[in-house]
Nanobody, 123 residues
Framework: QLQLVESGGGLVQPGGSLRLSCAAS????????IAWFRQAPGKEREGVSC????????NYADSVKGRFTISRDNAKNTVYLQMNSLKPEDTAVYYC????????????????WGQGTQVTVSS
């Protein structure tokens, strides 16, 4: 079965950090672009970051630039999202998703999704 599994979410104070992981099973991430999306209650799912299959290209939403970093470790079949200087508005369920070689910020362009991991930023 093709599967993506997110982990690393939790409760963190404003200004804190978390590292999310997206682990693949049933397929290799070597030839896939991987994106992180998030969805807060009452809002549509939005693109957060994406990394191309080669790792040469990365994209970030304006709201997270300078704070979040996406990376990949193909040997571990895992993509990471390092989140620093977290703000309450970062609170959401975070999902990873896979598509072909190149990045996209649109939900409709991704065919494989994880179940999501909750990130809560609160005092």
């Amino acid at each position: 079965q093709l599967q993506l599994v997110e982990s690393g979410g939790g409760l963190v104070q404003p200004g804190g950090s978390l590292r999310l992981s997206c682990a693949a099973s049933g397929f290799t991430l070597d030839y896939k672009a991987i994106a992180w999306f998030r969805q807060a209650p009452g809002k549509e799912r939005e693109g957060v970051s994406c990394i191309s299959s080669s790792g040469r290209s990365t994209n970030y939403a304006d709201s997270v630039k300078g704070r979040f970093t996406i990376s990949r470790d193909n040997a571990k079949n895992t993509v990471y999202l390092q989140m620093n200087s977290l703000k309450p508005e970062d609170t959401a369920v975070y999902y990873c998703a896979a598509r072909g070689y190149f990045c996209s910020g649109y939900v409709r362009d991704f065919g494989s999704w994880g179940q999501g991991t909750q990130v809560t930023v609160s005092s």
